[in-house]
């Protein structure tokens, strides 16, 4: 059965520290891996990975993926208050387009 | 920008009545996706739809069921609400033939009492 893990489940730092996330997945027909942060209610995009070993970058976000060890990592350098949110992976299957998703890790920044 | 929404934020409904969400997007969006999301389960697809008038089950359809008869409208219904149906619900929409880069509604929080 495929499935997406996000590790950990919770997290809690302090502002100016850099946290890293995780995203393991099984999935029979990979297509693309996605990264999307959840403030409150609706979650938005961030990232789209689908070679490995390219990062993408965006301000103090990266993200790279490696379909060689079926995970991927969001790094967040600098972390601020506004960076608290759960955080989403989600691995698209290409047989059917549906996304699978992970549980989430729920990200504090404490001041 | 694209916009997505969902008709209610928070919903209290009663065990046994029908519940309709409804979700409505602007963009001309083929693809219509219907999740709820609840604590360690991450998004779980309950129904989606790629065109008006057609609809395929997700991973948890039971107790469910959808409507789309405009392309813009995507409606999930809950036929007799169950307690076990608290959750929160998200609506989603993409272009196109893959769902990449969804957008989200802000999501309707029912709880069922």
């Known amino acids: 059965e495929d499935k997406v893990v996000q590790s950990p489940l919770s997290l809690v730092v302090h502002e100016g520290d850099t946290v890293t996330l995780n995203c393991s997945y099984e999935?029979?027909?990979?297509?693309?891996l996605l990264w999307y942060k959840q403030e409150k209610k609706a979650p938005t995009f961030l990232f789209m990975l689908?070679?490995s070993g390219i990062e993408k970058k965006s301000g103090r976000l990266s993200s790279i993926l490696d379909k060689k060890e079926l995970f991927s990592i969001l790094n967040i350098t600098a972390t601020q208050t506004g960076d608290s949110a759960v955080y989403l992976c989600a691995v698209e299957d290409r047989s059917n387009y549906q996304l699978i998703w992970g549980a989430g890790t729920k990200l504090i920044i404490k001041p | 920008d694209v916009k997505v929404t969902q008709s209610s934020r928070y919903l209290v409904k009663r065990t046994g009545e029908k519940v309709f969400l409804e979700c409505v997007q602007d963009?001309?969006?083929?693809?219509m996706f219907w999740y709820r999301q609840d604590p360690g389960l991450g998004l779980r697809l309950i129904y989606f739809?790629?065109?008006?008038?057609?609809?395929e089950k997700g991973d948890i359809p039971e107790g469910y069921s959808v409507s789309r008869e405009k392309k813009e409208r995507f409606s999930l219904i809950l036929e007799s609400a169950s307690t076990n149906q608290t959750s929160m619900y998200l609506c989603a929409s993409s272009p196109g033939e893959t769902n990449t880069e969804a957008f989200f509604g802000q999501g309707t929080r029912l709880t069922v009492v």
């Open positions: 963009m001309d969006h083929e693809n």
């Open positions: 739809s790629y065109d008006v008038k057609m609809k």
């Open positions: 689908t070679s």
């Open positions: 999935v029979t027909n990979f297509r693309s």
